[in-house]
Each structure stands twice: as C-alpha cells, then as structure tokens.
C-alpha cells in the first residue's frame, strides 16, 4: 500500500505505546486507511477529491491537509461517525442525499460515538449540515455550513441538528442557506457562542433545552433570529439579531432565564415574549423595529430593567386585563417618553405607558392607521388618558430614564425592518 505511509509517533500515551499517521493520498480510499488504523491513530488526509462514503467507526483523527474535499456524490451520508473520541479537523464535506426521511448529512454522528469533536470544516451542498443525536460533550468548532440554496426551505435540513444530547459546545460556526441554523431539542447543559447565522429561516430553533447559555451570536437577514421555547435556566446574554422578517428573539414558555446585553435591531419584532415568567430582562438594546416588544400570554412576572427602547415604531404590543409594571429597580429609556425631569435624577417625574385604547383600537382595525394624525383620534387619546375608565391595561414604568444606557445604539440607527428574507 504505496499511498499509506507509516510514521509512528510517540505522543506521551506511555512507555511502548505509541498512535500512527497513516497519510492518504488522492486516488486511494480513506476508508481502506480506517480499516488499516488502530484506536488512536490520525490518519493524514492529502490535499485532492475523495468520492466516497467514509465510515469511522473506531477512535480516530482525520485531519485534512488543504482542506481536502470527501463526496458523497449525492446519496447517503457523506460521513458516518458511530464510534466515540473522533476528531474531524479541516475537511470539505460535500453532497449528502437529499433524503429528509432518511435525515441525509454531511457528517451523521450516532447516539453513542460521545466526545465527537468537528473543527475547522467546511459543509456544503449537504442537506443536514451535521446531525448530532445521543452523544455526550460534543464540540462543534468554527466550521462553516451552506446549505441547498437550490431547495426551497421546507425541503432544506437544519445547519446543525441537536438532539438528546448533554454538554454539547457548539462554537464559532458560520451558517447560511439552511432550513433552521442550529435546532435543539431535548438536551442540556449546553453553550452556543460566537455562531453567525444568516440567510436562514430560523437562527436557532431551540425546545426542551435545559440549564444552558446562548451568548455573543449573531442572526441577521432571516426570518427569525433567536427562538427559545419551552425552556428553564438559560442565559442568553451579547447576542445581536438584525433584520429578520419576524422576531428578533423569542421567548415562549420560558422560566427563569437571564436575558441581557442583547441587540435586537431592525426586525419586524424586535422581542416576541409569549407565556414567559419569573425572567430578567435587563440592558438590552431594542432599536428600530417595527414593534419592540410583542407580549401576550400573561407573560407579566418578569423583571425588565434597564433596557433601551429606541426608535421602535411601536414600542411595546401588549393585550391584557391589568397593567404589567416594567423598570422597578433601574427604569427603561424610552425614546418615545415625553415627560420631564424636574429633580435632575435621570428619572422621569411621570410614567411611561406603552399604549392606551387608540393603539388597541389599531391592533383590532389596522385601517385605523391611516386616521392615526387625525383630530378625532388625538382627541380619544387624549380623553382615554384623562378619565380612567377609558384607560386601556399597559406596560408601566414608573420612573422611565432620561438617557439610553446603550453607549453605541446610534450605529444601529441605519437598521429598518425587513420584509423578505432568503
């Protein structure tokens, strides 16, 4: 076997033990070299095209020299990992099955092959990116993902798919053209950070994920960024989604989880909050969306302070039988807040509340928008605000601040929502 050459190196495993580099070349199987290899070894990868579909299924590394290209030439998996400690650094892997039923991948992880580590790769014209199922202390690192751009969505896989998994690090990963970005979904004790996902439909599209941490992604031009639903326990702290036709970020059915320092600009909702309680909402940045905040199921034991709400054509859409107090400690900015300060203590001397009856009146009958400069309108506003009766339930904040908190939010002063997304 001319195209394997043996080098044996000495890599601290002990007195006589000892792990191999098989180098593969162009024109030969990588498969063969796996068969040939034993726990432990790496097998070198040799610049040039593989067309085949490669089965690990012992504890090895493959390391690509010059980002060599494997093909899966259209069917199946393009890589299947069953066994556990495999390492896959600097490969390109391409064209899986398009098969959604069969879930075809560029890399296909079994439950079972834990410590699975995927650095430095690049997956194109896959259906899945990598499927990740039933593997413990996974590390998916700075990989970049395409997918079928020549697939409508629906027929799309997911970037990265996690599922029923536990101390998953998925980090520093560039995705685009896929269904959903990164899916989750029965796992915990997971980290995403340092992801950038766009063109996509969903950022992420994350469920019954535990005691884990989004933070520093970045979602833009999609149809949604940030989508956490039926969760406890998470912070999601520094991430920033920008121009997405839908949401921002959404919390729906989510418990006590620490929610700060984001970015939501641009979007067609900046923070959709569905059934969300017992949360802290706190210095995030909520700036030139069509509607700051879309709060609906109750939603109203939360803590939200501290938050900038800059330039949002509707600061927040809020439907409820009572008032929901906001800014008990700190106080939000609201851009929008015509009070004064006449104390000098940063604080406004008036409440701050979101809407009244003419916003209700427009949520119900959207034609009334263009009356909304009218003198008969100004004058039911006015009249709601004086007598209680007419009152409609707000978002109140009682001591709404004078000055963003946010030191950079004019940069975001060029983000207008999106209407279309790829």
Same mark, same amino acid.
């Given at each position: 076997?001319?195209?394997?050459?043996?080098?044996?190196?000495?890599?601290?495993?002990?007195?006589?033990?000892?792990?191999?580099?098989?180098?593969?070349?162009?024109?030969?199987?990588?498969?063969?070299?796996?068969?040939?290899?034993?726990?432990?070894?790496?097998?070198?990868?040799?610049?040039?095209?593989?067309?085949?579909?490669?089965?690990?299924?012992?504890?090895?590394?493959?390391?690509?020299?010059?980002?060599?290209?494997?093909?899966?030439?259209?069917?199946?998996?393009?890589?299947?990992?069953?066994?556990?400690?495999?390492?896959?650094?600097?490969?390109?892997?391409?064209?899986?099955?398009?098969?959604?039923?069969?879930?075809?991948?560029?890399?296909?992880?079994?439950?079972?092959?834990?410590?699975?580590?995927?650095?430095?790769?690049?997956?194109?014209?896959?259906?899945?990116?990598?499927?990740?199922?039933?593997?413990?202390?996974?590390?998916?690192?700075?990989?970049?993902?395409?997918?079928?751009?020549?697939?409508?969505?629906?027929?799309?896989?997911? /970037? %990265?798919? @996690?599922?029923?998994? !536990?101390? &998953?690090?998925?980090?520093? #990963?560039? =995705?685009?053209?896929? $269904?959903? /970005? %990164?899916? @989750?979904?029965?796992? !915990?004790? &997971?980290?995403?950070?340092? #992801?950038? =996902?766009?063109?996509? $439909?969903? /950022?992420?599209?994350?469920?019954?994920?535990?005691?884990?941490?989004?933070?520093? #992604?970045?979602?833009?031009?999609? $149809?949604? /960024?940030?989508?956490?639903?039926?969760?406890?326990?998470?912070?999601?702290?520094? #991430?920033?989604?920008?121009?997405?036709?839908?949401?921002?970020?959404?919390?729906?059915?989510?418990?006590?989880?620490?929610?700060?320092?984001?970015?939501?600009?641009?979007?067609?909702?900046?923070?959709?909050?569905?059934?969300?309680?017992?949360?802290?909402?706190?210095?995030?940045?909520?700036?030139?969306?069509?509607?700051?905040?879309?709060?609906?199921?109750?939603?109203?034991?939360?803590?939200?302070?501290?938050?900038?709400?800059?330039?949002?054509?509707?600061?927040?859409?809020?439907?409820?039988?009572?008032?929901?107090?906001?800014?008990?400690?700190?106080?939000?900015?609201?851009?929008?807040?015509?009070?004064?300060?006449?104390?000098?203590?940063?604080?406004?001397?008036?409440?701050?509340?979101?809407?009244?009856?003419?916003?209700?009146?427009?949520?119900?009958?959207?034609?009334?928008?263009?009356?909304?400069?009218?003198?008969?309108?100004?004058?039911?506003?006015?009249?709601?605000?004086?007598?209680?009766?007419?009152?409609?339930?707000?978002?109140?904040?009682?001591?709404?601040?004078?000055?963003?908190?946010?030191?950079?939010?004019?940069?975001?002063?060029?983000?207008?929502?999106?209407?279309?997304?790829?």
């Amino acid at each position: 076997m001319r195209a394997l050459v043996l080098a044996v190196i000495l890599a601290g495993y002990g007195p006589g033990l000892a792990a191999a580099v098989l180098e593969v070349a162009p024109g030969t199987s990588i498969n063969a070299a796996i068969a040939s290899a034993q726990k432990g070894d790496t097998l070198l990868i040799a610049p040039g095209r593989y067309n085949e579909h490669v089965l690990v299924d012992k504890a090895l590394t493959l390391q690509g020299r010059s980002h060599p290209t494997i093909s899966g030439r259209g069917h199946g998996d393009t890589i299947r990992i069953t066994a556990p400690d495999v390492t896959l650094i600097g490969l390109v892997v391409i064209d899986s099955g398009a098969d959604l039923t069969a879930q075809n991948a560029g890399i296909y992880i079994v439950p079972g092959a834990h410590r699975v580590q995927i650095n430095n790769c690049r997956l194109v014209a896959n259906l899945f990116g990598i499927w990740l199922q039933g593997v413990d202390d996974a590390r998916l690192l700075n990989n970049t993902i395409t997918g079928r751009r020549d697939l409508q969505s629906a027929q799309r896989g997911n /970037g %990265i798919q @996690v599922y029923d998994t !536990r101390g &998953a690090r998925v980090t520093g #990963n560039e =995705i685009s053209g896929t $269904r959903d /970005g %990164i899916y @989750v979904d029965v796992s !915990r004790d &997971a980290q995403f950070r340092h #992801n950038r =996902i766009h063109h996509v $439909r969903y /950022g992420t599209h994350y469920m019954n994920t535990h005691h884990s941490t989004w933070e520093d #992604n970045e979602v833009y031009l999609s $149809r949604a /960024g940030l989508a956490l639903m039926e969760v406890r326990s998470l912070t999601v702290r520094r #991430n920033i989604a920008w121009g997405n036709t839908d949401h921002g970020i959404m919390l729906r059915t989510i418990q006590d989880s620490l929610i700060e320092d984001n970015v939501v600009a641009g979007n067609d909702r900046g923070f959709f909050i569905y059934d969300a309680e017992y949360n802290t909402l706190r210095h995030n940045l909520i700036i030139n969306n069509r509607t700051g905040v879309h709060l609906s199921a109750g939603s109203s034991n939360n803590q939200v302070d501290g938050n900038d709400f800059i330039g949002n054509q509707e600061q927040v859409r809020f439907v409820a039988a009572r008032d929901v107090e906001w800014g008990k400690q700190e106080g939000n900015y609201w851009s929008n807040y015509n009070g004064w300060d006449q104390n000098g203590d940063g604080q406004g001397d008036v409440a701050y509340e979101a809407n009244d009856l003419v916003d209700r009146l427009n949520w119900q009958y959207p034609l009334l928008k263009l009356l909304g400069a009218s003198p008969a309108l100004q004058t039911l506003r006015f009249a709601a605000r004086q007598f209680p009766l007419l009152r409609a339930p707000s978002v109140v904040d009682r001591h709404p601040r004078m000055r963003p908190l946010s030191q950079n939010w004019k940069k975001w002063n060029d983000i207008a929502p999106r209407i279309e997304y790829n």
